[in-house]
């Protein structure tokens, strides 16, 4: 079974810290990987995409790493701020199949 | 250029009753996707729409159905509510199914209370 999951559910951290969201999956046959962020109540806004063939991405204080052959992914944030609290998810789009599978989420606060 | 748009933002039901929720997806794109995301559950997947044809289904009764128009917009319908049916109902766009990127891109939801 195809499944994602994010260790830990939540994480709580003093600002300007850096830290690292973990994402593992089951099979490694996949053909891209997108984190995102959802604030309590909203719709998720996309952060970043990693390709399959790609090794990692970054958007400003954000880098997502990919380890297909381990079935793992990294979401490391840089120098935190209080405006980063919220969830963050990890899916992954599988080659077979259209649809995302998303993790359960790590739910960020970070403390001014 | 508008993002994906959702509507209505909130509604209350009562058991038993219909429902039909709405998204517009971003210009240029033709799958739409329709998620479920109920309290302190993940986001389950629903259903997938591409070219006006429903292309997957996840694992949830018949009674949650839809459909994609002509010009690519889509309704969500929730036939006899149920209690369990109280969720954050996410859609989400990307271009077609034969694209490279894949990328989804969500709306802001309809956050559905069943009574």
């Known amino acids: 079974k195809q499944e994602v999951t994010q260790i830990p559910a939540a994480l709580s951290v003093p600002e300007g810290e850096n830290l690292v969201l973990n994402c593992s999956f089951t099979d490694s046959a996949i053909y891209n990987l997108q984190w995102f962020r959802q604030d309590p109540g909203k719709g998720l806004t996309s952060l970043l995409l990693?390709?399959?063939?790609?090794r990692e991405q970054t958007s400003g204080r954000l880098n997502a790493s990919l380890d297909k052959s381990s079935g793992r992914s990294t979401l490391y944030i840089a120098a935190s701020q209080p405006g980063d609290s919220a969830t963050y998810l990890c899916?992954?789009?599988?080659?077979?199949?259209?649809?995302?599978?998303f993790g359960g989420g790590t739910r960020l606060m970070v403390k001014p | 250029e508008a993002g994906v748009t959702q509507s209505p933002t909130h509604l209350i039901k009562t058991r038993g009753q219909q429902v039909t929720l709405r998204c517009s997806p971003i210009?240029?794109?033709?799958?739409v996707y329709w998620y479920q995301q109920a309290l302190g559950l993940g986001l389950q997947f629903l259903l997938w729409y591409d070219e006006g044809e429903e292309r997957n289904r996840g694992n949830f009764p018949p009674r949650f159905s839809g459909r994609q128009f002509p010009n690519y917009s889509s309704e969500l319908n929730v036939n006899a509510l149920e209690l369990e049916d109280s969720a954050l109902y996410l859609c989400?766009?990307?271009?077609?199914?034969?694209?490279?990127?894949?990328?989804?891109?969500f709306g802001e939801g309809s956050r559905l209370t069943v009574l």
């Open positions: 989400a766009s990307s271009l077609g199914r034969l694209a490279n990127t894949g990328e989804l891109f």
């Open positions: 210009s240029g794109h033709t799958s």
């Open positions: 990693i390709q399959s063939s790609q």
């Open positions: 899916a992954v789009k599988w080659n077979a199949g259209n649809m995302l599978t």
